[in-house]
């Protein structure tokens, strides 16, 4: 049988071993690791996996797939309404997370999980019981399961979500695996062995010094979740149960970190080299003093193993284990593991797709849960639920029917009023960015290139974020709505390609058509977002008449007036020198300001993007 123990170089496992491995811990202490994260397409090499763990798993434990379409009804159980109607009093539909109590759920697309089955998945996994709160019923049921998540994400924008990924022991990555090297690792472990570790596992005697060499291990890697050392450590004791040991060896708590801490890792652990270093100041040369001296008082070698002949198995040092810890992990780390941590971490959750506009109440569009009222102004009647709320009911309402109409009336389903239940939807609301652009002056064609360019660049993330573009200018005594929301690129480039420069600077007539195209945009269900590119100065007042005073004044009331509206805002300021007045229009706007005296068209690009937050 191959072992930890027997296997003298835990860094030179190909991965596949190593995969087998992980299966064999899991398939003994499922509920202890959680679960398994699985980085695999479908194929070949994913099938025989699974089939590898079908055959470590007892027969007592199920294996259960769970779809990513399941009702919270199937999932977690409720009003069974077919069999309550039948019965005339409430009856209770156990779920499949009660009912795979003890065994495997297996989750396909795990990227695809939505963020409310898997904050459901987490509870039940954080309480180890399934809760039912609805329908009239409290229960609470025995929910312990071991999670097998797939991944089966295309890119590394896809990825589980952090509630599952933290909460499961082992992440495998199966991608660069090819068949032939999947044949290789067959028949290690058979069902009997796993079940005899399973038994042993209880007998395990957890070392204090391994407990500290692993919380060592994950601080130094960078891991921030408390989670990882205590599944390292269940790992470790699956390992020694596996091998046939009641007491963890060094070997053990390294295969365990490789296995458990190498995955989440976020930093490598040279890194943390120049903070163990001596102070400059104490000179090296004492060291082998105080050495020397310490050699004469402590007993012969031979002495020591005498008294202690367990010091080669059980790791008592716990700063050396550490390091034999992360010498290990260390082995595993790829070269570039920061570059990769920096373009993809794996506990990135899965969103929705970039769009940045704000969800809406409607009539149509996702479900959005269920609320009582009645079937009016578009709302649609959930039939389902209604019945499913009305039934604990009947009891007392046919009673009710038979005092006032007598025994001899027919039992039926009696639905009130009080029962309606129709379903809420929401869609996501399209955002629409509206450049305000100062026109004027003598380097007005340069700010015009800015937003131009600016304006080009956020159109090109359109179709993904499903928002718009709208650009007002203001120049001489007037602003003027160039471009309308849009998502044309082309109608863009015509409506900025003649725009002449120069003039007053009516800033006041910019916000106020500001502000009117944002409550347009508002009244018609999309979510507005207004950038004001200027550098402040205005000199034109609201009736068209020159004169900086008057023109200030009307400024910062047209600002407040923006700003009591509640739009997002960012105003950039891009004047050549660093004045007071942009800053004073943002503090009345309640906008962000951001300073650009050299702005160009991907710096003001990416001001839009980073300083007004999905």
Not at 312 to 328: K, N, Q, R
Request: glycine content about 8%; charged content about 30%.
């Amino acid at each position: 049988m191959t072992t930890a123990s027997s296997i003298n170089d835990t860094g030179a496992m190909t991965p596949w071993l190593r995969a087998a491995v992980a299966t064999a811990l899991f398939a003994v202490d499922p509920l202890g690791l959680g679960g398994v994260l699985v980085r695999a397409r479908a194929g070949p090499v994913r099938e025989r996996w699974l089939e590898q763990l079908r055959q470590m798993l007892p027969a007592e434990r199920p294996l259960r797939r769970l779809p990513q379409s399941i009702p919270d009804s199937r999932l977690l159980g409720g009003l069974d309404l077919a069999a309550t109607l039948r019965a005339g009093r409430p009856v209770v539909e156990r779920g499949l997370l009660a009912d795979v109590d003890g065994g495997v759920l297996l989750l396909p697309m795990a990227e695809r999980t939505s963020a409310g089955l898997a904050a459901r998945l987490a509870s039940v996994m954080d309480r180890g019981e399934v809760r039912i709160e609805r329908d009239g019923i409290t229960l609470a049921l025995p929910g312990r399961f071991g999670l097998v998540a797939l991944d089966e994400g295309d890119g590394d924008d896809e990825r589980v979500p952090a509630t599952i990924a933290d909460r499961v022991g082992l992440w495998l990555d199966l991608d660069g695996i090819t068949v032939a090297e999947s044949e290789l690792a067959d028949g290690l472990w058979s069902a009997e062995a796993i079940a005899e570790a399973t038994t042993a596992l209880a007998d395990v005697a957890v070392d204090e010094s391994a407990l500290e060499a692993i919380c060592g291990a994950a601080w130094a890697l960078g891991i921030d979740s408390l989670r990882a050392p205590m599944l390292a450590l269940r790992a470790a004791s699956a390992i020694a149960a596996l091998d046939g040991r009641d007491r963890l060896a060094r070997e053990d708590v390294a295969l365990a970190a490789q296995l458990v801490l190498a995955p989440r890792a976020t930093r490598m652990p040279a890194a943390e080299d120049d903070e163990d270093q001596a102070p400059p100041d104490e000179p090296d040369e004492a060291l082998p003093e105080e050495t020397e001296g310490e050699e004469d008082s402590r007993p012969p070698e031979s002495e020591q193993q005498q008294d202690d002949p367990a010091d080669d198995e059980t790791p008592t040092d716990a700063g050396s284990l550490e390091d034999a810890v992360l010498e290990a992990v260390a082995a595993m780390l790829p070269p570039d593991l920061l570059a990769q941590l920096r373009a993809a971490p794996m506990r990135r959750g899965s969103g929705d797709g970039g769009r940045s506009g704000a969800w809406r109440q409607g009539n149509r569009g996702r479900p959005a849960g269920i609320r009582r009222g009645k079937p009016e102004r578009g709302m649609r009647l959930n039939v389902v639920e209604t019945l499913r709320t009305a039934a604990p009911w009947q009891p007392l309402r046919r009673r009710e029917q038979a005092a006032r109409d007598g025994a001899m009336s027919r039992p039926r389903v009696e639905v009130r009023a009080e029962d309606f239940r129709v379903t809420r939807y929401r869609q996501p609301a399209e955002t629409v960015t509206i450049f305000v652009v100062d026109a004027s002056g003598s380097a007005a064609l340069h700010r015009l290139a800015e937003a131009k360019g600016a304006v080009e660049l956020l159109l090109a993330d359109c179709y993904v974020r499903r928002d718009r573009v709208a650009l007002i200018a203001f120049r001489g005594r007037d602003a003027e709505m160039l471009l309308p929301p849009t998502r044309s690129l082309v109608r863009a480039k015509r409506s900025l390609a003649g725009l002449p420069g120069g003039g007053g600077t009516p800033l006041a007539a910019g916000l106020d058509a500001a502000r009117d195209l944002a409550d347009d945009v508002q009244r018609r269900g999309a979510t507005p977002i207004i950038v004001v590119l200027t550098d402040g100065q205005a000199n034109i007042a609201s009736d068209g008449k020159a004169g900086r005073a008057q023109a200030g004044v009307d400024a910062e009331a047209a600002a407040r007036r923006l700003a009591a509206r509640g739009h997002q805002a960012l105003v950039i300021d891009t004047g050549p020198r660093r004045r007071a007045g942009a800053r004073d229009i943002a503090a009345s706007m309640n906008a962000r300001f951001l300073p650009l005296p050299q702005a160009d068209a991907r710096a003001v690009s990416a001001a839009v993007r980073a300083a007004l937050p999905d």
